[in-house]
């Protein structure tokens, strides 16, 4: 008897940029300049006190399994830096340290990876259509009329990918409430926490013990590659989130682990200053350079770094318009697709991870492209 995929596997979309990445790296290798509009990591080489901490950990040799939910030190560090940045307190056993971030309800347009996780496990993403209207962000109401007998949490991201926008601190609140109300479960993916340009992120933990708060070194700190995150969790949770700790990846990279000690160090915090300014200064030129040759932003995005823009003006279908995009001029985006089924062929998610000079080049080459569509 042939062994057979698990039915669920045809739930789980692909990533559809990839294939235009792939093709992005093929034109690079033959020798096209490409400008990588569609990556979502941060160009700056990890910091490097960073990078320092973890080379000496492994010059010991001991690089062996750490306790599931992560080194002891790393833990308090993450519970002295909520106190400091929220103001809010959290046993140490609450924190889990994970392969990165990756791992209910969700907003569309919304992170892709978070419907396949919950495919995996047998759940059923609802994904629930929002608007600029309400921040592309899920509100108390919006949770109130879709909840279902069988809904188990919901889940939101603020900065939000591929919207860079931010949950206005009362709707969080309220949206908190609402779940809690209805027995469910508060997911808060906090990974792009840091990277805000003008109001400052909320904690859900400002409002609530009972939610579960995910994080990452992988964007703010500059650590996409070296897949380390955490997860905080309800006191309740502990024991649950230990065993599966323990199961699923037994302990995440250790030196990795004592590489991310040296993220909070003032060094690397003052290094961190500069890169956000930096990627400020980038999203103000790419918001209103995009907007000069007619796509439309609905809202300033004021975190992460990507701007989803409507492009219906060009195109009814932006995953064409992606690929034409590429082969013509070399820039890559990424299309709505990737993130949503509502109106997603009306948008592209430009990442703004390339210095403004490459941000102007890939602008102009942009326009030059529109413009030979209309001739
Ligand atoms: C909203 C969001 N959550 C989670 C992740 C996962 O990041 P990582 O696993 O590198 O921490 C990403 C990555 O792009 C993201 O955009």
Redo the contacts with the bound molecule.
């Keep these: 008897m042939e062994a057979k995929l698990a039915r669920r596997m045809s739930c789980i979309s692909p990533f559809y940029v990839m294939a235009l990445l792939a093709r992005a790296k093929e034109l690079e290798q033959q020798g096209r300049d490409i400008i990588h509009l569609e990556i979502?990591e941060p160009d700056f080489p990890t910091p490097a006190p960073i990078i320092a901490a973890g080379l000496e950990q492994i010059a010991t040799g001991q690089v062996k399994y750490t306790p599931a939910a992560g080194l002891p030190a790393l833990r308090e560090k993450i519970v002295a830096f909520y106190q400091t940045q929220y103001g809010v307190c959290i046993a140490k056993e609450q924190v889990f340290i994970t392969p990165?971030?990756?791992g209910a309800f969700m907003a569309d347009p919304c992170?892709p990876c978070n419907s396949n996780f919950s495919y995996l496990f047998n759940g059923q993403p609802q994904l629930i259509p929002v608007t600029a209207a309400d921040d592309y962000q899920l509100t108390a109401a919006q949770i109130q009329s879709h909840w279902q007998a069988h809904s188990k949490g919901v889940l939101i991201?603020s900065p939000a990918?591929p919207t860079g926008t931010l949950i206005k601190p009362a709707v969080l609140e309220s949206a908190i409430d609402q779940t809690t109300a209805l027995g469910g479960c508060f997911f808060s993916?906090e990974?792009y926490h840091g990277l805000v340009y003008g109001q400052q992120a909320s904690c859900a933990l400002q409002f609530s013990q009972e939610v579960f708060v995910i994080n990452?070194f992988?964007k703010y700190f500059g650590m996409?590659g070296w897949r380390v995150?955490w997860l905080i969790v309800p006191p309740a949770f502990i024991g649950a989130a230990e065993k599966l700790a323990q199961n699923i990846f037994i302990s995440t990279a250790t030196a990795s682990q004592y590489a991310a000690l040296a993220a909070f160090a003032p060094e690397t915090l003052q290094e961190l200053e500069r890169r956000r300014i930096e990627f400020a200064a980038r999203r103000d030129f790419l918001y209103q350079a995009l907007q000069e040759i007619g796509f439309k932003i609905a809202i300033k995005p004021e975190g992460a770094f990507y701007i989803y823009a409507n492009c219906q003006q060009f195109t009814d279908d932006s995953f064409q318009f992606a690929h034409d995009l590429l082969e013509a001029t070399g820039v890559a985006v990424t299309p709505g697709k990737d993130f949503g089924q509502h109106n997603a062929q009306h948008y592209l998610r430009f990442a703004y991870t390339t210095p403004i000079a490459r941000l102007q080049e890939a602008v102009q080459r942009l326009q030059q492209f529109i413009n030979g569509r209309k001739g």
């Design positions: 979502g990165g971030a990756s992170y991201a990918n993916d990974i990452s992988s996409t995150g």
